[in-house]
């Protein structure tokens, strides 16, 4: 199981952090990751993880401003959002696979998800 919190509404250029806890078969956990899905659009890879060797992947939209990290001993997933954008506003989804990530645009059918958090950047 994966849930989302952290969500909310911010003003251009602030911050945000996202949370996701996992429970469950967390072992087979080995690439989590972020996606997001705006209105009228279809759902994104923005960054991703593999949790037991901490390579990351992350959106051009997003380098540089967002930082995906993992606390393992918590089984916790977390994103940090910086300088945000109304463009980055959208329902963003917690999501995990056994296989490992290599990109952030990775089949989203092989993936468990979350029931999102929303964003949103006026």
């Known amino acids: 199981q994966l849930v989302e919190s952290g969500g909310g509404s911010v003003q251009a250029g602030g911050s945000l952090k996202l949370t996701c806890a996992a429970s469950g078969d967390t072992l087979r956990h080995n690439c989590m990751g972020w996606f997001r899905q705006a209105p009228g659009k279809e759902r994104e890879g923005v960054a991703m993880?593999?949790?037991?060797?901490?390579?990351?992947y992350y959106s051009d939209l997003v380098k540089g401003r967002f930082t995906i990290s993992k606390d393992n001993a918590k089984n916790t997933l977390y994103l940090q959002m910086n300088s945000l954008k109304p463009e980055d506003t959208a329902m963003y989804y917690c999501?995990?696979?056994?296989?490992?990530?290599?990109?952030?645009?990775?089949?989203?059918?092989?993936?468990?998800w979350g029931q999102g958090t929303q964003v949103t950047v006026s």
């Open positions: 999501a995990a696979r056994s296989r490992e990530c290599f990109d952030v645009r990775l089949s989203q059918f092989t993936f468990s």
């Open positions: 993880i593999n949790t037991q060797i901490g390579t990351t």
